[in-house]
Structures are given as structure tokens and as C-alpha cells.
């Protein structure tokens, strides 16, 4: 089973149904069945050869949809760069993967050595007289310099590979088998340049169909997808919509949230995946004065749901299932909470998704037993057969598995299991502290810290210390008005915490120090720490 | 209405272009352009508040008020016109 058969199986099917509405546009499976086709016989025709690299650089769209299927019919590997990737960015990733073709809005298109070219999603304003591609002379020029010829790419224009008679609406022959990579995602770590998580056809049908397995997702489902098709769990809601031949709503933010709720309504959304910010959002609305009668199904993954929002949402939409779930990019998914254990585990992120194992091993590496705490490992068709031309991230992340020749994921995060084996985040690997030959989680002390009423975020870090091994250092931001004392938040602390967790200091700070995704940032903590000691 | 657009369009040149003058029509769609995001509407509606005086209700909240220096116009002389001449 290939990814594209997802579509040409519900073009079978459903050839009128609509596949995806965005905006005020719709087009039906037997449609975008075709245009994929053309285009895909546009892209062997312009260079793309079998195993090429497409990248495709659009905001959520029906044109986005169309291209990431015209890419894997062309046998081709295609990777999802967000719309609003600047063009350092852009660069890296496209001259990390060498890709051959980019597909994006005129003036977002950059010419590097390997492209062989460049689709341009709209036509040429007529007043616009600056150069299509501001970088294809510098690029050139870099390619001079290198000693290489340089070939410019050619510049083609999306709506002219897609007109009548330009090109069959027939697939075009395959020669690519489902061990053959189908996309490349890019994943930033926390440190250094984003790497490509390759991901084969096999992987990604086997992902899909276990997760449309336990969302239990029928035709009839009204996908509502407000994620970027460059983050892979919004690529999956248009995957998996058109492997069970459901109609995807696509929306480009959740900037307008009301808006969004409005077309939900009106589209009659079954299913609604969400991140954590937007369910905080969600839940500062007046959610009585939409209809959503037909909503069937929350999800969330990426961060863990706060247990009162949970509580708040099974209070105000009584009748929508909540799935929490957990996974990562270099597998797809691991785990789901069943909607019916939500109430009572409200914390925990479920069991293994079908067809798929997942398990707690030692700092040796021996699985341990239910009831432990230890570094969750993913075994299955999902997990990826590593990063694209990175050896040692790879060697680093995928282990020995049991069977001769198979890779297990290490995924760097830390679980606790009850005896049930129901699973519970405990933290990242990194994160954890080891203080008198104790584990402490970062974010079990954040938390009771959090708890305090004076205390608005705080930040716990591990300090290295001759005698404990490593010392916990605890940072706050207190609530406005407040001034706790660092005694009263210790006591706090001693009255909630086991004593090697208790930290030994607390810092009250004004504020306290961001990333640029709006993260606290612990590694200027820890700089700060070094610099005082 | 001019004056009016002229003031926005300095506004988002100033806080979302950073200063670099990209060309976009008065009816282009901001979000589109990616000139704005979800973090940037909410700035957006503290500069209508601030400079304008206007209060954005939550189901006002929508690109059919907010997501083009036309539609903004519109939507700011509207609600002075609403709270009284």
C-alpha cells in the first residue's frame, strides 16, 4: 500500500464527495484525484525524477493537498515548509535535502543549486517588476563560485501545469514500493539545525491506519484541521481524511476563532484536533452559541492538556470524546488515552496505539515492568528509519530491537507506568535531575511550586554539586501583588515533595527568561547559575 | 478614510514588517500575506483600542473586519459612527 492510494481508492469511491473545503473553495475526490495526476506528470516532466525531493511551501489549501499527492505519485519524497519559514530557513532546509522542485507563492521562491524548479502558485502582478526570484542571481553566483555550472531552475506557473490538455489526469506508472521514503519532516531539536525525519510510505499508511482505528473514523466525518500541513500532526488530519474519504475543513489559524467556530458549525464538524493553547482559547469563549451537536471528537498531542481544562471541557461539551494522546514526529504517535478513562486518569496519555508497542527501559536498557519509571522506547511499522544524512542522530535514537536487524525508537522522554499500564509523562530524559542518586522531575517541582498562590511560573533546573551530584535549583515569577519569601516557598515545597526533591535554593525573579518559541528558557537559567557560582 | 488608511498602514509596517516597506494592497488579506498571524490580531485589536478608542467584541472578531486595511477602515468607521457623533 502506497500513501497516494489513499486517494485514488476514495476518487474510486467518492468521486464526488468533497475532499477538502478552505475558505470558499471546495473540490470533490474525483478532482483532486485528477489534478494530482497532472500535476504529477508536470513534475517528471520538469526534472523530478524518482526519490526527488519536493518541497512544498503553502499555507493550508487545497493547492497544498494537491501537491503533496502529485509529489508521492510522481514516486517522488515530498516535505511541508511553513508558510512562514523566513528564507534562511528555507535555504537550509531546501539545500539540506537537495531538493529538486519547490512549490510556493512567487515571492517566496529561492533558487538553490539543486532545484530543478520552481512552481509558482500565482500569477505574476502586473505592476510587480522586481525579479520572480530574488536569490536565483546570488545563488548563481554562489554556484560560480563553487566552480559548479550554474543551471537556473526553470519557473513554472501552477495554473498552467493544471490547464486542460497540459498534462494526462491518468496516474502516471509507478516504479516506487512502500519501503521507499514518501516525505521528509523537518523537526527542530532543542539544540542545532532542524534534521529531516524520513519517513517511508509503509510508515505513514501504517500510522494512519492505526490512528482512523482508534478514532473510530467513518466517511461521514467532517475533519475541522486549523494546524499547519507543515506540522505533522496537521499533515496526517489531510492523510487520514482521505484514507477513510472524509471531507477535510481546512482553515488557515486559529487567529480568528470565532470564525473558526462559526464553520464548524455550519460544516458540521465531527472531529477537531487541537493543541493545548487553542483549547484555552476555546474555553474563554461562549461555547453555547455554536452548534456543535455534531462533534464527535477532540484530540490533543504535543503537550500535555492541563487536567482543569480537561475537567472544563467534559463540563461545557459533555457529548465530545476527548482523545489526549502523545508522539513524536520520528514515529508519528505512541499512545492514546481511550476517551472513557479520561475522567479517571485525566493525567495519563493512555496505551500503545493498535499496532504498535511501547514499553519503559532502564538506564541499561532492560525493559522494566509495569509500575516503573524509565525511558519509553517505541517499537512498530510507525517508526522512521531515521534522520535524512545525520548517522549520529540516528544512531542516537533508534537502538537494537529485539528482532535481527530491527531499530526500536528511544525517544528521550520519560514515562511512569501504573500497574495497569497506563502511562504518565514524567519528563524529558535531559531534563531529569539527579540529586543524591534520585531521580527529580523538573516539572513535578515546577508544578507544587505553581500550586503556591504567590507563584506565577516557575523553572527548576539541576545544578551541578560536589556532594549531591546535582543540586535543584528552583526559579519563580511571583503573581502580581505578591511577595513570597524564599523560606515560605521551601516550606511549600518540604510539605508536597519527597526531601531530595525539596530544591535547595528559590530565586524570586522579576521574570523569567524566553526562548523564541515563548518557552522558559532553562539553558540561560542554568548560564546565570554558573556565572554567580 | 485615506487618512484612516494611511495611519493603519503605518501601524503594520511599523510592528509587522518591521519597517520594511513589502507592497500589499488596501484589500489584500493580511493573514494571507502572512503579514499577520494569530498573535499578531491580538495586537492589532490593542492598537484599535488604544488609538481608536474602539472596544472589539468577540464576534467581531472576524476577517471581515480586521483582515485588510479596507476592511479595518470600514470596520473602525462603522463603530465611531455606532458609539455617537
Known sequence: MLLENFLERSARRYAD?????????????????????????????????????????????????????????????????????????????????????????????????????????????????????????????????????????????????????????????????????????????????PKGVMLTHRNMVAAA??????????????????????????????????????????????????????????????????????????????????????????????????????????????????????????????????????????????????????????????????????ELVVRGGNVMPGYWERPEETAAALRDGPLPGERILATGDVFRTDSEGYLYFVGRKDDIIKSRGEKVSPREVEDVLTAHPAVAEAAVIGVANALLGQAVHAFVAPREGHEPSERELLRHCAGQLEDFMVPRHVAICDHLPRTANGKIDKKALAQSEAGTH | MDELKTKLRAFIVENFLFGVDEPFADGDSLMEQGIVDSTGVLELIGYLEDEFGIMVADDELLPENLDSLDNLATFIDRKRAAVGA
Open chain 1, 209 to 374: 491506519t492505526s490512528i482512523t482505528t482508534y478514532l473510530e473514523n467513518v466517511p461521514e466525518d467532517v475533519i475541522l484541521s486549523v494546524l499547519p500541513l507543515s506540522f505533522d500532526y496537521g499533515l496526517y488530519q489531510a492523510l487520514m481524511s482521505v484514507k477513510i474519504g472524509g471531507t477535510l475543513l481546512l482553515e488557515r489559524s486559529f487567529a480568528y476563532p470565532h470564525a473558526v467556530m462559526l464553520d464548524a458549525e455550519a460544516q458540521r464538524a465531527t472531529g477537531l484536533p487541537l493543541v493545548p493553547t487553542m483549547l484555552a482559547m476555546l474555553l474563554q469563549m461562549d461555547l453555547e452559541r455554536y452548534d456543535l451537536s455534531r462533534l464527535r471528537y477532540v484530540t490533543n498531542t504535543g503537550a500535555a492538556l492541563p487536567v482543569e481544562h480537561i475537567r472544563q471541557l467534559r463540563r461545557r461539551l459533555p457529548h465530545v470524546d476527548i482523545y489526549s494522546m502523545y508522539g513524536l514526529t520520528e514515529c508519528k504517535r505512541v499512545a492514546y488515552l481511550p476517551p472513557e478513562e479520561v475522567d479517571t486518569r485525566p493525567n495519563s496519555v493512555g496505551k500503545a496505539m493498535p499496532n504498535c508497542e511501547a514499553y519503559l527501559i532502564d538506564d541499561e536498557g532492560r525493559r522494566l515492568p509495569l509500575g516503573s519509571t524509565g
Open chain 1, 17 to 193: 464527495k468533497p475532499a477538502v473545503v478552505c475558505g470558499d473553495e471546495t473540490i470533490a475526490y474525483g478532482e483532486l484525484e485528477r489534478r494530482a495526476n497532472r500535476l504529477a506528470h508536470a513534475l517528471r516532466a520538469l526534472g523530478v525524477e524518482r526519490g526527488d525531493r519536493v518541497a512544498i511551501h503553502l499555507d493550508n489549501s487545497i493547492e497544498a493537498v494537491t501537491a503533496i499527492f502529485a509529489a508521492l505519485k510522481a514516486g517522488a519524497v515530498f516535505l511541508m515548509v511553513n508558510p512562514t519559514t523566513k528564507p534562511d530557513k528555507l535555504r537550509f532546509v531546501l539545500e539540506d535535502c537537495r531538493a529538486r522542485a519547490l512549490i510556493a507563492r512567487r515571492r517566496r521562491l529561492l533558487a538553490t543549486e539543486h532545484l530543478a524548479t520552481m512552481i509558482a502558485m500565482d500569477p505574476p502582478a502586473r505592476a510587480d517588476k522586481r525579479p520572480v526570484a530574488p536569490d536565483t542571481e546570488r545563488g548563481a553566483r554562489e554556484a560560480c563560485d563553487n566552480g559548479a555550472k550554474p543551471a537556473a531552475p526553470t519557473l513554472a506557473d501552477w495554473h498552467d501545469l493544471l490547464a486542460d490538455d497540459a498534462y494526462p489526469t491518468s496516474p502516471p506508472p509507478k516504479a516506487h514500493i512502500d519501503i521507499d521514503l514518501a516525505a521528509l519532516v523537518y523537526t527542530s531539536g532543542s539544540t542545532g539545525r
